[in-house]
Antibody, heavy 120, light 106 residues
């Protein structure tokens, strides 16, 4: 079955850009939507945005000015860039396959998550 | 955008029934989805489209919807069901999660 694995630096300095990659295995990245979701320590889940395999995107309005999600179908990977980070961006970042049907959406499966700490 | 409201915590004894609610104005028009998250693990989908159960999820997990409230019901709760549970739905801007409910098995 499809599995997802996040990778990237675990420590980012304030004002710099957070960069993560999600590698999809066990299936093709084509014909699906792929999302990033984050969870600050001890807090709830926040959807960051998604990308369709063709490259179209949709971002959380609260993060839209700082977020870029891209896809590399040749590598079966998609990536997240979050600019101008602050301590408030410290979180476990998950990648997930997003299923969209009409006006509804859900996430299955998820990657194991990776903790990114913003600190100097 | 609107919000999804969940109780912060629910406690039940083993073998009892746990009910976790999620309220939101758009829920009559949008399906709700439920995720289970155990400590240190990623969320797992346990209910989709209000009441459907993915393969591999035990039958004791069920979902229902009434007006602006959806409910996740766990019948015959087991110790392994202790976890955080999140509801999720959509609005015009994208995806929304509830604040989460910590289920404690006494």
């Amino acid at each position: 079955q499809v599995q997802l694995q996040e990778s990237g630096p675990g420590l980012v300095k304030p004002s710099e850009t957070l960069s993560l990659t999600c590698t999809v295995s066990g299936g093709s990245i084509s014909s699906y939507y792929w999302s990033w979701i984050r969870q600050p320590p001890g807090k709830g889940l926040e959807w960051i945005g998604y990308i369709y395999y063709s490259g179209s995107t949709n971002y959380n309005p609260s993060l839209k000015s700082r977020v870029t999600i891209s896809v590399d179908t040749s590598k079966n990977q998609f990536s997240l860039k979050l600019s101008s980070v602050t301590a408030a961006d410290t979180a476990v970042y998950y990648c997930a396959r997003e299923r969209i049907a009409a006006a509804d959406n859900w996430f299955d499966p998820w990657g194991q998550g990776t903790l990114v700490t913003v600190s100097s | 955008s609107y919000e999804l409201t969940q109780p912060p915590s629910v406690s039940v004894s083993p073998g009892q029934t746990a009910r976790i609610t999620c309220s939101g104005d758009a829920l009559p028009k949008q399906y709700a989805y439920w995720y289970q998250q155990k400590p240190g693990q990623a969320p797992v989908l346990v209910i989709y489209k209000d009441s459907e159960r993915p393969s591999g999820i035990p039958e004791r997990f069920s979902g229902s919807s009434s007006g602006t409230t959806v409910t996740l019901t766990i019948s015959g709760v087991q110790a392994e069901d202790e976890a955080d549970y999140y509801c999720q739905s959509a609005d015009s801007s994208g995806t929304l999660f509830g604040g989460g409910t910590k289920l404690t098995v006494l």
